[in-house]
């Protein structure tokens, strides 16, 4: 058994990492970088991420959310199906998700099947989940009515691009930092790997990291394609204040949505120099339906798989 967890947490993180080459869309649809080097520094960005600042959020995962070595292993193979499930449920729709909120909702679903769940660090992390979009939507608005008479607005400067490389780079490190916890977090809960050492967020980097290098160059290139009708200025704001937020939440230990995160951003910024159109209206409504969907599909496998299968 614990060789088939590691398969499937490996498998995992790997899709994860594809996902989270996405962090560079922006960087790479405003023709900042080429595919080769934006998956280069999305690679680069989600193992250092994980390696630096990836241990809060794993910790919270595997042992604050659940008593650690309480779930079976049967369980954690549950979890780690539950929230490939969502998330490929998520892709076959078009949609980016958080990897962060299946995860948790998956282990949820566990913990309240095995009466092992902690509500309190449930509701902090929901809380997380809530707060986060809002203040990245209030943030990147805030700034870009700053803004809005100066770069934001007329031509941009030359350096702006290489901001906005970095900018990039930022968000792949919050990445790493905040996911890594999701393919290594359910081996902790079941006690298979330690819960004090740095090493096993490391490890979800590495997984992360070959997953975005191998396995991202597509959803990166549909995601920069999307990412394209946004101005440097304000791709470079979204992307900064996404980065800066959802590593700050890493750093205290919570596993955040950093998708709906941004994408709020990208809305505040927009916002503060136009009204919305109908294209992104219906672009948010549909995201949030997903968003809702899915840690929800991920909560009820995870619980109704264990009950039938643990009972």
């Not at 004090?196 to 980097?205: E, K, R, V």
């Not at 998708?259 to 159109?277: D, E, N, S």
Request: charged letters at 10%; glycine letters at 14%.
């Amino acid at each position: 058994m614990p060789v088939v967890l590691l398969v499937l947490a490996s498998f995992f993180g790997l899709n994860i990492g594809a996902s989270g080459a996405a962090s560079l869309a922006i960087p790479y649809g405003a023709g900042v970088l080429d595919l080769r080097r934006a998956l280069q520094v999305a690679a680069l960005g989600l193992v250092l991420g994980a390696a630096v600042a990836g241990n809060g959020v794993v910790r919270t995962l595997g042992a604050g959310l659940l008593e650690r070595g309480s779930v079976p292993p049967g369980a954690v193979a549950v979890v780690l199906a539950a929230a490939s499930a969502s998330l490929a449920l998520a892709t076959r729709l078009g949609v980016p998700i958080s990897t962060s909120e299946v995860t948790v909702a998956a282990l949820a679903g566990v913990g309240l099947a095995t009466g092992e769940l902690r509500a309190e660090v449930l509701v902090r992390v929901v809380a997380g989940w809530i707060l986060l979009p809002v203040i990245s939507f209030a943030v990147a608005y805030g700034c870009a009515r700053v803004f809005r008479g100066g770069w934001l607005a007329g031509r941009p400067p030359r350096s702006l691009g290489f901001a906005l490389g970095i900018a990039g780079f930022l968000q792949a490190f919050a990445a790493g930092a905040n996911n890594a916890a999701n393919a290594v977090g359910p081996l902790v809960a079941e006690g298979f790997l330690p819960a004090g050492p740095a090493w096993p967020a490391a490890l979800g980097g590495l997984w992360m990291g070959a997953g975005a290098w191998l396995l991202g160059g597509p959803l990166l290139h549909m995601a920069g394609r999307e990412m394209a009708r946004f101005s440097l200025a304000e791709g470079a704001l979204a992307a900064g204040v996404t980065g800066f937020l959802v590593l700050s939440a890493s750093l205290m230990g919570l596993p955040v949505p950093l998708t709906q995160a941004l994408t709020l951003g990208l809305v505040g910024v927009t916002r503060a120099r136009r009204a919305a159109g109908a294209r992104e209206r219906e672009a948010v409504r549909r995201a949030t339906q997903v968003w809702v969907a899915t840690p929800v599909v991920a909560f009820s496998l995870a619980l109704g798989a264990v009950r039938v299968l643990f009972r």
